[in-house]
């Protein structure tokens, strides 16, 4: 089982639709979460961190922790062709020394 | 914000030479720095974790004869590609960590290297 898993896509989405972006992660001791995008040929800028379970909104951009189910998600409403990129799900553990485990990364694309 | 970045952005060499790649931390001071390589349609994978004034930290799988890395002052790390071959040829990234003002991670724009 892989530490970090999302659904690689790709996923399309009308442009102004809520796009839902999913990470599940198995080490259960990881304490801090974080949302990448990465556009083709650069590298990841970061949207949003949570660390707690619930909600944290930013903008558009929500994301969603649930350890008990060990899932994190990141929702992004009022989709425009901008957000077309891959979005990298990273977990960060005590034991990982400030180390990042990135998922593959879901290909997102907003159509117009 | 914090601004990392990375010399040169990319590279052409010759298979068997030797490519340096900087990654400098601009306006803090990175006691830690990360290096990932990134294959097409991939994701990052962490190579090693650099230490200011420390040998690197390198996960399992990775050469510390074939990537080295100096991380000889808190702006400044650097990663060599010794002996370079077409299948070295990737996007190198790294980041770096301002301590200061939390503890994100902060990206350099990566270097692509290619190996003929």
């Known amino acids: 089982q892989k530490e970090v898993e999302q659904n690689s896509g790709p996923l399309s989405v009308p442009e102004g639709a809520i796009a839902s972006l999913n990470c599940t992660y198995s080490?259960?001791?990881?304490?801090?979460f974080f949302w990448y995008r990465q556009y083709s040929g650069k590298s990841p800028e970061l949207i949003m961190f949570?660390?707690?379970?619930g909600d944290k909104e930013d903008g558009r951009f929500t994301a969603q922790l649930n350890k008990a189910s060990q899932y994190v998600s990141l929702l992004i409403r009022d989709s425009q062709p901008s957000d077309s990129a891959t979005y990298l799900c990273?977990?960060?553990?005590?034991?990982?020394?400030?180390?990042?485990?990135f998922g593959q990364g879901t290909r997102l694309t907003i159509n117009p | 914000g914090a601004v990392v970045s990375q010399h040169p952005s990319w590279v052409i060499c010759k298979s068997g030479t030797s490519v340096k790649i900087e990654c400098r931390s601009l306006?803090?001071?990175?006691?830690?720095m990360f290096w990932y390589r990134q294959f097409p349609k991939q994701s990052l994978m962490l190579m090693a974790t650099?230490?200011?004034?420390?040998?690197?930290?390198?996960e399992q799988g990775v050469e510390k004869d074939k990537f080295l890395i100096n991380h000889a002052s808190l702006t400044l790390s650097t990663l060599t590609v010794t002996s370079a071959h077409p299948e070295d040829s990737s996007f190198y990234i790294c980041?770096?960590?301002?301590?200061?003002?939390?503890?994100?991670?902060?990206f350099g724009p990566g270097t692509r290297l290619t190996v003929l």
């Open positions: 306006d803090f001071q990175a006691t830690t």
């Open positions: 990273a977990v960060k553990s005590i034991q990982g020394a400030q180390k990042l485990v």
């Open positions: 080490d259960r001791g990881s304490q801090s």
């Open positions: 650099s230490n200011e004034g420390s040998k690197a930290t390198y």
């Open positions: 949570i660390y707690s379970n």
């Open positions: 980041s770096a960590i301002n301590w200061a003002g939390g503890n994100e991670q902060f």
